[in-house]
């Protein structure tokens, strides 16, 4: 669901309902609209919410299971390393299903 996905995204980025309606330039009451199920954000503020999340719309929309990571601004060692990591992160979860 959408509600859940925009509250988990919310929280792991350490923001309060008020903090993100601030950067979204609307009511907290409408941010616990959407994170009830009461509401859902327009098509702004689901592109708004992509970007400030690093997500894709479809991800939002529950259209997608993958994550994406906005890797541009990193140099080509670091980019290696996320890529390593993930990569590892694949490999445990392989072995605990195995």
């Known amino acids: 669901m959408i509600a859940d996905k925009i509250k988990r995204l919310r929280e792991a980025s350490h923001l309060t309902q ?28 689901l592109i708004e919410l992509a970007l400030l999340f690093h997500v894709s719309t479809d991800f939002l929309l529950g259209l997608e299971q993958n994550n994406t990571i906005d890797i541009s601004t990193l140099s080509e060692r670091e980019a290696i390393l996320v890529y390593e990591l993930v990569d590892y992160f694949t490999s445990q979860k392989k072995d605990v299903v195995d």
């Open 18 to 45: 008020t903090e993100l309606a601030k950067k979204l330039n609307i009511t907290r009451s409408s941010v616990n609209a959407w994170e009830m199920g009461i509401s859902v954000p327009s098509t702004t503020y």
